[in-house]
């Protein structure tokens, strides 16, 4: 009885010691993620940042993802492409990663490799990408990047019509970290941070609106050309009564200025 009792602790303990080992050897690939991209914004997939997401695709496609980002943050997305092997393939293929803000408005790359090109015996190739540090705040007419939800985009460029649909595997991962301490700060903030209001498969009710964020105009800014009296067609009428006054003002000048002086009694 006792020799069975002490087997069967020796059994258990080995159990547990290689369900450790497992658990231990497993974490670092627990972390990798297969996320499904989407075809659009709309159905994008959502990354966790940090965390590597795999997934499979064909050449040609356009692949989404989407991530938050905060105010001070600065995007690091990286894309690693296993393609094809190149009897499969017929030439070369190019990739671009793009950056998407809530608004959908490109923020440009200011440091990475955005677009590169494989050659048909290339059997990888990789795409990285850092815009503008993330603000608090920024001018309506401005395309400064803001916090909010944003987007990644990995797309095929230029791909040969035959190898359309050629399998590739695609491993991408976002990382933010604190940005430059040199970007402009402002007492002011961003109310809402700047996230897709499309809401796909769902129908507004009857009397219901959608929900468009914006970003409240500073009325104590407002000057006295901007009167909501002027929105319209009032605007034209009164510039134009202006333009017309100052026209006969400085000639009715300039007339008396130019005019040739009469002498009636000489």
């Not at 393939?89 to 959908?104: K, M």
């Amino acid at each position: 009885m006792t020799t069975a009792i002490g087997g069967l602790k020796r059994t258990l303990a080995a159990v547990a010691a290689a369900f450790v080992g497992v658990t231990l050897f497993a974490g670092p690939a627990l972390a990798d993620q297969d996320v499904p991209p989407g075809t659009s914004f709309q159905g994008a997939g959502t990354l966790k940042l940090g965390e590597e997401a795999r997934w499979s695709a064909t050449e040609g496609e356009y692949l989404y993802w989407r991530f938050p980002a905060k105010a001070g943050k600065e995007i690091h997305a990286k894309v690693d492409l296993d393609l094809a092997p190149a009897n499969a393939r017929t030439g070369p293929v190019t990739y671009r990663i793009e950056i998407y803000d809530g608004l959908r408005r490109r923020q440009p790359c200011v440091e990475g490799k955005q677009v590169a090109t494989a050659q048909k015996t290339d059997a990888k190739l990789a795409l990285t990408c850092t815009p503008r540090t993330v603000r608090d705040w920024a001018e309506p007419w401005s395309t400064d990047p803001l916090p909010g939800m944003y987007f990644v985009r990995v797309a095929a460029m230029d791909v040969p019509d035959l190898d359309a649909g050629t399998a590739v595997k695609v491993a991408v991962q976002v990382d933010t970290k604190s940005g430059d301490d040199q970007v402009p700060t402002s007492d002011r903030k961003l109310a809402d941070p700047l996230v897709p209001i499309t809401k796909a498969g769902s129908v507004l009710k009857s009397g219901q609106t959608a929900d468009t964020r914006s970003v409240p105009w500073d009325r104590e800014s407002d000057h006295w050309y901007q009167w909501k009296w002027m929105d319209g067609p009032n605007a034209r009428w009164f510039w134009t009564a202006m333009a017309t006054f100052v026209a006969v003002v400085f000639g009715i000048l300039g007339y008396q200025i130019t005019r040739k002086k009469r002498h009636w009694f000489h």
